[in-house]
């Protein structure tokens, strides 16, 4: 399975941001999709997640402002970030694990920068 993620960029606060994650190659039915981030000499973070049944969940810090969808005829995962704030600056990398076999594989990361 092979993830690119695209979207990031620079945006001031209370601005937005769409991210996708296309996936291709051998993807399972039954999976969950996530996207984490990571701020500078930070750990990553979940931010959130949805699985092949359309189930959400999101990081308390984001809910509300983000929400994540699927669009499966594309094999794609969109985020879509509004009222962005600076802390939600970072590298976020979209992840794709199997529900069938437990597997899992991370996307290369696209920039978002928050500017106050």
């Known amino acids: 399975v092979q993830l690119q993620a695209s979207g990031g960029g620079l945006v001031q606060a209370g601005g937005s941001l769409r991210l996708s994650c296309l996936a291709s190659?051998?993807?399972?039915?039954?999976?969950?999709v996530s996207w984490h981030r990571q701020a500078p000499g930070k750990q990553r973070e979940w931010v959130a997640s949805?699985?092949?049944?359309?189930?959400?969940n999101y990081a308390d810090s984001v809910k509300g402002r983000f929400t994540i969808s699927r669009d499966n005829a594309k094999n794609t995962v969109h985020l879509q970030m509004s009222s962005l704030k600076p802390e939600d600056t970072g590298v976020y990398y979209c992840?794709?694990?199997?529900?069938?076999?437990?597997?899992?594989?991370w996307g290369q990361g696209t920039q978002v920068t928050v500017s106050s």
């Open positions: 190659g051998s993807i399972n039915s039954v999976n969950t």
């Open positions: 992840k794709y694990t199997s529900a069938i076999d437990t597997s899992y594989y």
């Open positions: 949805i699985t092949s049944s359309d189930d959400t």
